[in-house]
Nanobody, 115 residues
Framework: QLQLVESGGGLVQPGGSLTLSCAAS????????IGWFRQAPGKEREAVSC????????NYADAVKGRFTISRDNGKNTFFLQMNSLEPEDTAVYYC????????WGQGTQVTVSS
């Protein structure tokens, strides 16, 4: 089955950290650009970060620059979003995406930042 499977969400206090993972199955990520998106309650889905197929180019939304880091491990067919200094405004469902010949989405994982 061709899919992306996310893990790593949860509840964390402000200032804390979480790492999201997204594993591909049924296809290889080597030729795919990948990214993370999020959708907060009552808001539209927004792009958080993306990384090129080679890993040589990354982009971040202004709201997360300096706090989040995207990375990929093509050998493990997995990519990651390291989130530090989390803020309540980061609370959302996070989705991973692989875009290339086809377009794949993860199932979403809830991240809640609250004291």
């Amino acid at each position: 089955q061709l899919q992306l499977v996310e893990s790593g969400g949860g509840l964390v206090q402000p200032g804390g950290s979480l790492t999201l993972s997204c594993a591909a199955s049924g296809f290889t990520l080597d030729d795919y650009g990948i990214g993370w998106f999020r959708q907060a309650p009552g808001k539209e889905r927004e792009a958080v970060s993306c990384i090129s197929s080679s890993g040589g180019s990354t982009n971040y939304a202004d709201a997360v620059k300096g706090r989040f880091t995207i990375s990929r491990d093509n050998g493990k067919n997995t990519f990651f979003l390291q989130m530090n200094s989390l803020e309540p405004e980061d609370t959302a469902v996070y989705y991973c995406n692989a875009k290339g010949v086809n377009d794949y989405w993860g199932q979403g994982t809830q991240v809640t930042v609250s004291s």
